[in-house]
């Protein structure tokens, strides 16, 4: 009999774990990723904000799962699967075959039927959306410094967030400390320190899915680094000048993203039902109804525990998945026991709030700032893929704590080739 | 009085080497790039070949002169030169009077009159064309790893180098390496040693600049690493697919130039004349025929030493056309002295073979081998910019020693934006 099949589509989080929690259970694996690196998401802000490299929190799959014979990693892009051939499609045509399929796509940022406004108000999700994030403000502060009108020069230094969830709480305390210590003195026509920082959140509070009493100790942690908030606000427009929300106009030359996720298109692939964030509606135990070799796990996946909560979309979700979806495959190939339901365990919930304060709200207790802030760091130092990461990381924080300076503060503009296409250049 | 203002154009080695060397001078400075960072070149093939991550060599030009009161930074595009109304010409249309205007804008690589190559055979001057090189040459591997026709395989499995000076000689060393070392057993259908790195010389020698015995040594060790160098050996044709050298095609997915460069517009902008790769004919002062007060050095430049020698296009006659721009300067404002005519003071050639020999050229002594390398690799580490680049530098390259993996193995596709137009993505 040939050996079970089972193909993983997606290198993060939860396509990982499912690889790593399928080892020894004879089977072979192909993994296909159209990234050839596993990212660390919840550091990516500060690649956006200029305290890591991208190379700190990314690595390479391949490496990862160098010494899984079992493995295969393929760099293609998928464009459909075939659910009744049982067989994931690829970019040139070729069919990948499958006994099982795990399917980790995750999410991208969306704009709430507003595409229009991804041009001017980049989302943060990948690498290249962490290198652009970080041109535009590192430009903005450029472009002040040689502005000689003042009112132009107010909106080049205004940075507007949308979305006060983890990320814009934790962009809007890096943009103010790079305004007022990493940037000081730099400049000659301008005052960095006066860069305004405004985060606007729909809802009532900030860190909506943590309790009340760290919303509260965050918004006024933010206020008090000078992060302005504007709370049960709507965003009505977005230009390339500037926002609407509440009625007003708020003329900005930086507008950041943090408001919603779109999962990414499996539900279109497999021909199934989603939810209005394209998220597949999945069984108890992780497949798609009809189609028990299908898992969707992750961000792609729409789930409600027993307790009647919904899954949350955050990294540790997909890794349960992940080895979730593995189980049930061991259980099956070993034709023994009975699957269980997929069971989340929600370990906390945290978020940096500047550079000495945080919350952590771990459900049985609640920790805040500095202490918080401790945990937080060794935590996602912990939780980094690789001993040469977790070293780097620690290095540019260790560097960043002492002299203030951030270490990645580059504008860099993508490719040579599209570059070759501008006119001027010296 | 009103303070003499200085003009310098470009943050490369000559640029910041005569800001530096006008502190306390009473100027007033204005430092004029169209990136935000100084780049150290010489470790740019590392960047190239993911040994080192992009921040690691690069440093924001506005920190490194922050404490100068005198300096302003200004990140622009120059378009031109106003000679006679003694203003640089800014993108935007502004201009910036001066005095004494300094122009160190460096070279590009050059395709001899064949710019079509471009698109097939990336060149090595940039932050941005090291991250195509980079991408390219990952990207090959991954795409080989799916080939199924062996011809196309061979192909992609194939890395040409044209040019065989000091960036040609260890972008070699350095793919070999990554092929043999970095990326073994990561693979399941090819073998990644099995890559070939063809080295193509239209001279008859490698490192034409260093003393023959040392050519003799660095082919002996290309060769030995498993190098393929092709000596004498004109390219008359590169395409998508391929090069054809010396009458014979060899088909490529991977080709890099490391040829040829051409000056920035500079003798453009003035309106002076320049030589067949469009360097500016200075005066023994540096200073360009019939203006006194504008400056060109480095590789912007040519000129010949009183022995009849050309200064070479290293950073390190950049950095000495530095000074030597800052002393005149500062010679004629003190109403002192005359200036001296520009003395370039050979310090030596180096190059790396590999991960364990180098040669190095003092003109008086020469080293080759393990004992060259850790020379080169100590200098490279000393003339870095900042601690913290140094310290990273030797992380990164300790790491390499001890585990042969390379920590930068990211193939990232420029800008967020443009890859939202491309139409398939998960």
Do not use: C
């Not at 956006?48 to 493995?71: C, F, G, K, M, Y």
């Not at 205004?158 to 400049?187: C, D, K, Q, S, Y």
């Not at 497949?287 to 789930?303: K, L, W, Y």
């Amino acid at each position: 009999m040939a050996q079970h099949h089972v193909v993983i589509v997606g290198g993060g989080f939860g396509g990982l774990a499912a690889a790593q929690a399928l080892e020894g259970a004879g089977v072979r694996i192909t993994l296909i990723d159209r990234r050839n690196h596993h990212l660390f998401q919840p550091l990516l802000y500060q690649v956006a904000t200029a305290a890591l490299a991208t190379s700190e929190i990314a690595w390479p799959v391949r490496h990862i799962l160098r010494q899984r014979r079992d493995v295969t990693t393929l760099l293609a892009t998928v464009t459909g699967v075939d659910v009744a051939g049982r067989a994931v499609l690829l970019d040139e045509g070729s069919r990948v075959g499958y006994d099982s399929l795990i399917i980790a796509t995750g999410a991208r940022h969306a704009y709430f039927g507003h595409d229009a406004w991804e041009q001017f108000a980049p989302g943060l999700k990948t690498l290249e959306d962490a290198t652009t994030i970080r041109r535009k403000l590192l430009t903005a502060f450029e472009a002040a410094e040689r502005e000689t009108d003042p009112e132009r020069r107010r909106a080049l230094l205004t940075f507007v967030l949308i979305g006060a969830g983890p990320t814009g709480v934790e962009m809007a305390g890096a943009i103010i400390e790079l305004a007022r210590v990493t940037l000081r003195g730099e400049f000659r026509s301008i005052r960095p320190d006066e860069a305004r920082v405004v985060l606007i959140e729909g809802g009532q509070r900030v860190l909506a899915n943590f309790r009340p009493e760290l919303s509260d100790y965050t918004l006024k942690a933010l206020r008090h680094l000078g992060v302005e908030v504007e709370l049960g606000a709507a965003v009505t427009e977005i230009d390339a000048n500037g926002v609407v929300y509440g009625g007003k106009r708020l003329d900005a030359a930086t507008i950041i993203w943090a408001a919603g996720v779109q999962a990414s298109p499996a539900a279109r692939w497999l021909g199934v039902e989603a939810d209005r964030a394209g998220r597949v509606k999945v069984e108890p135990d992780l497949t798609v109804p009809g189609h028990p070799e299908i898992f969707v796990i992750g961000d792609t996946a729409t789930i409600t525990m027993p307790d009647g909560k919904p899954v949350p979309g955050v990294g540790d979700a997909a890794k349960q998945g992940g080895k979730h979806a593995a189980r049930v495959i061991r259980t099956r190939l070993g034709r023994f026991g009975k699957p269980v339901p997929f069971r989340y365990n929600h370990a906390g919930d945290l978020a940096t709030i500047g550079k000495r304060a945080a919350v952590i709200d771990f459900g049985w207790t609640q920790l805040r700032g500095w202490l918080a802030w401790w945990v937080w760091g060794l935590a996602h130092i912990y939780f980094l893929i690789d001993t040469r990461n977790r070293l780097a990381v620690a290095m540019s924080w260790l560097w960043i704590y002492l002299s203030g300076q951030r270490s990645a503060r580059l504008i860099t503009q993508g490719d040579a080739v599209a570059m070759a296409r501008e006119p001027a250049k010296h």
